[in-house]
């Protein structure tokens, strides 16, 4: 089957600016790239008018929870993968903290099973580092690996141990798999859920340091130094985390770096007051100047690519205020626009420099065949009109969740249409 993508404005590197270009795709691969004055045969293909639009790579989130298996009422791979395509993502990795948590070969092949029976975007499951997430003994990482696992992971809760996530390092170099670590050191955190800053102050809350994210960015760099291993850090949200890893990466330790749209565009000071959950996540949202550190090490490759951490939750849940409510946000469909209008449209960024962290970065750190507009790239293709203005509805989103603090804001740079493997799997309605 092949596609024709008409009339698409693709972005050029050397140029630095869009181009109008037609784009065909054939047996999940991309064909054919030719200029926009060309006329192209389209008999006995399919076409899809892109006039004006965007067209890029689809972009790749490599931190995502579907809570599939166990969770369902918050999210399934089904709904899960609908909300990432309608937030322009082709790939996305998912996270091990499922019920149960993902760290038997047999769950790992649950994953793949549903999602290639029911998802509609393609989908990496990492496993679990240690067995149930409890940080007491490490998972069969050989088995997991075999199974189909990408990474090794205990996200939503740090390995407290150094010595277990040394062993897991070290395992994981054997096997040439990465850690992909969520940095947290659990006796500096103790029950807070803001972090401390003006917001905690102001309110009278015991507040999150940033130590705790830090200490451990310093352990893993120094184990992965050690090691060789290639070390991940999930979202990033401190300066003192930047700084570190600035610091690992000069001097040649393998390690790369995330950071969430969140923690680039809201600071502990935006959360409005002590009602709405909305506002919980972890790690928490940091100070102005954490923002700003977080902003340059994006900026200046320290940080290498953009994640959401869709973290989905039921209303009930998020009801209970954030004391109680448990920590996360969904990402997937407000990702793009909420950073193409902060930090493109102002001028801040290119575009290209945004797809760039979104689509060819995640491939490289990752080692994904995808996330490049290019003849023989597999056809994994995001369409985004990026002219009109559009109010954030979180009871229109495609995932089962709707716990997100941008409802209501307007934003531009909307997905319209996502192709995967060559084939149209989502438009806006
Ligand atoms: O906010 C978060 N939510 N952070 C995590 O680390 C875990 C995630 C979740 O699973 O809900
Ligand atoms: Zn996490």
């Not at 089904?78 to 990795?93: D, L, P, V």
Request: with cysteine; charged share 20%.
């Amino acid at each position: 089957m092949s596609v024709w993508i008409l009339n698409g404005l693709v972005w050029n590197e050397e140029a630095g600016t869009l181009v109008k270009q037609h784009v065909r795709t054939e047996g999940g691969n991309i064909a054919e790239i030719v200029d926009g004055s060309q006329q192209p045969d389209t008999a006995g293909s399919e076409v899809i008018d892109a006039a004006g639009k965007l067209v890029s790579a689809g972009f790749i989130d490599m931190h995502v929870h579907l809570r599939d298996p166990g969770f369902e009422y918050k999210e399934d791979i089904a709904t899960g993968t609908r909300s990432a395509a309608a937030g322009g993502f082709t790939t996305i990795a998912c996270m091990p903290n499922t019920r149960p948590v993902t760290d038997t070969a047999e769950t790992v092949k649950y994953i793949l099973d549903k999602a290639a029976n029911e998802g509609i975007v393609r989908v990496l499951p990492y496993a679990a580092i240690t067995k149930n997430e409890l940080g007491r003994e490490l998972t069969d990482f050989a088995a997991l690996k075999e199974a189909g696992a990408i990474g090794f992971t205990d996200d939503g809760v740090g390995v407290q141990n150094a010595q277990m996530m040394k062993n897991a390092m070290a395992l994981a170099k054997s096997l040439d798999m990465p850690v992909i670590a969520h940095c947290e050191d659990d006796s500096l955190v103790e029950g807070a859920w803001a972090s401390e800053g003006n917001f905690a102050k102001k309110h009278g809350l015991k507040g999150i340091p940033n130590e705790s994210e830090a200490i451990h960015v310093g352990r893993d760099a120094l184990l992965a130094e050690a090691t060789g291993v290639h070390y991940h850090v999930c979202h990033v949200s401190t300066e003192q985390s930047v700084r570190l890893i600035r610091l690992a990466k000069s001097i040649g330790v393998s390690i790369t770096a995330e950071v969430c749209p969140h923690h680039l565009v809201l600071s502990d000071e935006d959360i409005p007051g002590l009602d709405d959950a909305n506002w919980k996540m972890n790690p928490p949202l940091r100070t102005p100047r954490d923002v700003q550190a977080v902003i340059e090490g994006l900026e200046d490759g320290t940080i290498d690519i953009v994640v959401t951490d869709h973290a989905p939750h039921s209303a009930e849940e998020k009801a209970r205020g954030p004391q109680l409510a448990p920590f996360g946000i969904v990402g997937f469909e407000t990702a793009f626009p909420l950073l193409y209008t902060k930090f493109v449209r102002t001028g801040q960024w290119t575009l290209g420099f945004l797809l760039k962290r979104m689509t060819s970065d995640p491939a490289r750190v990752f080692n994904l065949p995808t996330g490049r507009l290019e003849v023989g790239a597999p056809a994994d293709l995001t369409i985004v009109d990026l002219e009109n203005e559009r109010e954030v509805r979180p009871e229109t989103f495609a995932s089962k969740s709707n716990n997100t603090p941008f409802g209501g804001w307007k934003l531009y740079g909307w997905p319209t249409a996502t192709v995967v493997n060559g084939k149209l799997v989502w438009t806006k309605a």
